[in-house]
């Protein structure tokens, strides 16, 4: 038995109360235990998108999806037997996996946020099947409560109440920044490991035939006008697989169009959702063993039968704006009139006509409740020299897109001013520079005039556009600047390198 022991070659548990596909954090450590710890590893999460083809594939990692609970017709009689009922569910359905349904862990992994009941969920099972709990501290779930209601809200403490109690219960803990190691050592009495994220090696520039080949996929969502016709969409009226809008083919070799649009890759969850904030809340409070309940707190609490959470550290309004400016000002630049015939300048630059200024496509990724309202917005700005598409890419597509852009921009800020957007991170592992919304820690990640610029106003980003693309594709120098220094952190910086130096040791 000592033997068979000895060689039970050891298990990791992955937990994530969310989708694993839109998890990459997570998704990178699973690929991480199992290959450059030698563990089995088991994930334990929501379903939804795939998760990368790497993953996938891996014959060490097994991944155990757990049912969205949907209680749509209690919600309907009662919103708060609904939001108690599902609370108690997702904690009871944690525990059943990870107790019963995986094999025996000998270290449990959980992404924080949402705190509420995945941590005590995991503290529990640990304890229980006698594994170490670790917590991966990407943010803080109660300032993200916090922007909806406040910092000051009963709601907001009970949540922060909760999130220092069971963080402080874990056996060791990674965190993304400096600064939040310091929040968490300062203030509540954690010390992190600061693992910083890094894009894994798939993340890379694309080659010319990659970019074709992934042009020549997108071919009918990217030359389909959102709305009415457009810059973009004039460029492909029949089918032709030797030419898309950004390339052609010719005699087998592949060329970039020398008038082809600058392309802009962005992402957003078009206003987050937080899961399970009141519906865990609500159960969680009762226990609290520290904190003091009245009569009218608990009215307070059970008079948000209706809450829903939305986070506003993603404003994709500010590119709206900085889009539209830089349609203006490069008409006014030009000397252009309100009068001036779109479809003939569409025309004009289709048939090889260049101007000092470019088009530019803005690719938009990802999925959320809110896309369709802000799709109805683009449809009403009636551009010229932009266009914008709306897509949710397989995984195995998103890195060839960051890729094959010219220019990334990221427009989260962060509840805490604590945490740092992967989405910029990937952009980097490209080689793909970016303009980033300036926040407290960004400059962590973001090197100013190095790899990427910041931006606080779509004034500020639509200067940045207008700076970056002048002479596109060939006489932009800046931009081709900021090219070479994301190029530098992609080869100095990756997510094998990272994780074997900072979180093999824990």
């Given at each position: 038995m000592a033997v068979s022991s000895a060689r039970r070659r050891k298990r990791a548990a992955v937990v994530v109360l969310g989708d694993i596909g839109r998890s990459p954090r997570m998704q990178y450590h699973s690929l991480s235990l199992a290959n450059q710890a030698g563990m089995e590893v088991d994930i334990v999460a929501n379903g939804g998108s795939d998760p990368y083809l790497s993953l996938r594939e891996n014959p060490s990692i097994h991944i155990h999806e757990m049912r969205t609970v949907q209680l749509t017709g209690i919600s309907k009689i009662s919103g708060v037997l609904a939001l108690l009922l599902k609370a108690a569910i997702q904690f009871v359905m944690l525990v059943w996996f990870l107790c019963f349904k995986i094999p025996r862990?000998?270290?449990?992994?959980v992404q924080n946020p949402p705190s509420v009941p995945t941590l005590a969920a995991v503290?529990?099972?640990s304890w229980l099947r006698g594994a170490k709990f670790i917590v991966d501290w990407h943010n803080f779930g109660y300032t993200l409560l916090g922007l909806s209601h406040?910092?000051?809200?009963?709601i907001v403490k009970i949540y922060f109440w909760f999130e220092k109690h069971f963080g402080r219960m874990a056996d060791g803990s990674f965190c993304v920044t400096k600064a939040m190691q310091h929040e968490l050592v300062q203030n509540w009495g954690i010390r992190a490991t600061v693992l910083y994220d890094q894009s894994p090696d798939f993340f890379r520039p694309a080659s010319l035939m990659e970019k074709h080949g992934l042009f020549s996929r997108l071919g009918n969502a990217i030359c389909s006008a959102m709305g009415n016709a457009d810059c973009i969409s004039v460029e492909k009226e029949v089918e032709d697989m030797n030419t898309t809008a950004f390339t052609s083919k010719i005699d087998g070799e592949i060329f970039l169009k020398p008038n082809r649009p600058a392309l802009v890759v962005s992402s957003t969850s078009w206003s987050v959702l937080l899961n399970l904030v009141v519906i865990a809340i609500v159960f969680f409070m009762f226990t609290a063993r520290d904190y003091q309940m009245d009569s009218s707190n608990v009215r307070k609490v059970l008079n948000f039968t209706t809450y829903v959470s939305r986070t506003p550290d993603e404003d994709f309004s500010i590119l709206l704006e900085a889009a539209l400016m830089y349609d203006r000002r490069v008409a006014a630049t030009l000397g252009e009139d309100d009068s001036m015939d779109e479809g003939?300048?569409?025309?004009?630059?289709?048939?090889?006509?260049?101007f000092v200024y470019p088009r530019i496509l803005f690719i938009i990724t990802g999925k959320g409740p809110d896309r369709k309202k802000y799709e109805d917005q683009i449809k009403r700005l009636n551009l010229r020299r932009v266009a914008f598409r709306t897509m949710w890419l397989a995984s195995e597509d998103y890195?060839?897109?960051?890729?094959?852009?010219?220019?990334?921009?990221?427009?989260?800020?962060?509840?805490s001013g604590l945490d740092l957007p992967m989405k910029v991170v990937d952009m980097f592992g490209c080689g793909l520079p970016a303009c980033a919304a300036s926040f407290s820690c960004i400059e962590e990640l973001v090197k100013v005039n190095k790899n990427g610029l910041l931006f606080s106003t779509s004034s500020e980003l639509a200067d940045e556009l207008m700076m970056l693309f002048k002479g596109f594709p060939e006489e932009c120098n800046a931009l081709k600047s900021l090219k070479e220094g994301a190029m530098d952190t992609a080869s100095s910086s990756k997510w094998s390198t990272e994780w074997e130096t900072n979180a093999l040791p824990l």
């Open positions: 862990p000998d270290v449990l992994l503290k529990l099972a406040g910092r000051s809200h009963i003939q300048l569409w025309i004009d630059i289709k048939n090889g006509k260049k890195p060839l897109l960051l890729g094959s852009a010219d220019l990334g921009v990221s427009l989260h800020t962060s509840s």
